[in-house]
């Protein structure tokens, strides 16, 4: 893990800002404009899923923050759910008063969110996206979230994910 600015040398990113993709410059401006106490991490190699992430920061499964887009009735839902969880659509949206839910494309997390599948944060996106986050995460005094991309993960307690993102606290599986 190199918790050093990145080398530039990956996709996207720019040497002259540290090595920071736009996307992870943005959730760190979102973070930092927002108040909350984080820290990015950026590893030595990409992470696109939740067990990725939990070996490589040598954390549990449970304590990574998954940042999921899902399509909601046309409308784009950020369900922060625990990595050890898969969310129930039928029940999110029951309880979200949605006809549907469904999770959504690669083009569609891209164009609400300014991120790619597998590094979504839970905020830095270019317009407030409505969220969800899972109740289970309440448990750990330290998560893991996407930074902005794959190569990217974000320290954060569970009342500053709260707070920064406006989630609504519930049950998601």
């Given at each position: 893990m190199n918790t050093e600015p990145g080398t530039g040398t990956e996709p996207g990113t720019d040497p002259r800002r540290g090595g920071e993709s736009d996307p992870v410059l943005?959730?760190?401006?979102?973070?930092?404009?927002?108040?909350?106490?984080?820290?990015?991490?950026?590893?030595?190699?990409?992470v696109p899923t939740a067990a990725a992430a939990a070996q490589a920061l040598g954390c549990t499964i449970a304590q990574i923050a998954?940042?999921?887009i899902f399509e909601a009735d046309g409308e784009p839902l950020l369900v922060i759910a625990s990595g050890a969880h898969r969310v129930?659509?039928?029940k999110v949206?029951?309880?979200?008063?949605?006809?549907?839910?469904?999770?959504?494309?690669?083009g569609f997390v891209l164009a609400h969110t300014g991120q790619q599948v597998g590094g979504v944060a839970p905020f830095g996106h270019?317009?407030?996206v409505r969220t969800v986050i899972d109740e289970d995460l309440a448990a750990h005094e330290q998560l893991w979230a996407g930074g902005g991309d794959?190569?990217?993960m974000l320290s954060i307690t569970?009342?500053?994910?709260?707070?920064s993102t406006g989630g609504q606290v519930c049950r998601v599986r």
């Open positions: 943005r959730v760190r401006t979102a973070a930092e404009g927002a108040g909350v106490r984080f820290d990015l991490v950026r590893l030595d190699e990409h998954n940042s999921l129930d659509v039928a949206a029951t309880d979200l008063g949605y006809a549907k839910v469904r999770r959504a494309g690669p270019p317009a407030p794959d190569f990217t569970f009342a500053d994910l709260v707070r």
